[in-house]
């Protein structure tokens, strides 16, 4: 009787697992934060963000965030890209928008993600 006291937690930890968004399941030193000019996805870097606690977060919401799929929608291009940095290599780039966009700030491979968390 006890082997089954432990299968509604195992499924429960298998749904939550697999709501992850696997592509924010990384390790970053640093953010670095680029100005986008005209939608080309380059422009002046404006501030690197090195605080571990503030990366962390920021990541640990992002595999948390329900998306929206933008493939199909005339939208602006993020106003800001995020490229997170680990042993001084590119390992994710993410689109910023200041303002959010039904409740998302940050595009990634066409899905909208719905976290509202500031870049500072």
């Given at each position: 009787m006890r082997r089954f006291a432990m299968l509604p937690l195992m499924l429960c930890l298998i749904l939550l697992s697999a709501c992850q968004n696997e592509?924010?399941?990384?390790?970053?030193?640093?953010?670095?934060?680029y100005?986008?000019?005209?939608g080309s996805?380059?422009?002046?870097?404006?501030?690197?963000?090195?605080?571990?606690?503030t990366i962390n977060d920021l990541l640990a919401d992002l595999r948390?965030?329900?998306?929206?799929?933008?493939?199909?929608v005339d939208m602006a291009s993020p106003d800001f890209y995020l490229d997170f940095i680990h042993d001084e290599e590119v390992v994710l780039t993410v689109g910023y928008?200041?303002?959010p966009m039904d409740g998302a700030r940050y595009l990634y491979k066409n899905k909208l993600?719905?976290?509202?968390?500031e870049i500072k």
């Open positions: 592509a924010f399941d990384i390790e970053a030193t640093s953010i670095n934060v100005e986008n000019q005209l996805g380059t422009g002046k870097l404006q501030f690197t963000i090195k605080d571990q606690d948390r965030a329900r998306t929206n799929d933008v493939s199909n928008y200041t303002e993600y719905k976290v509202t968390t």
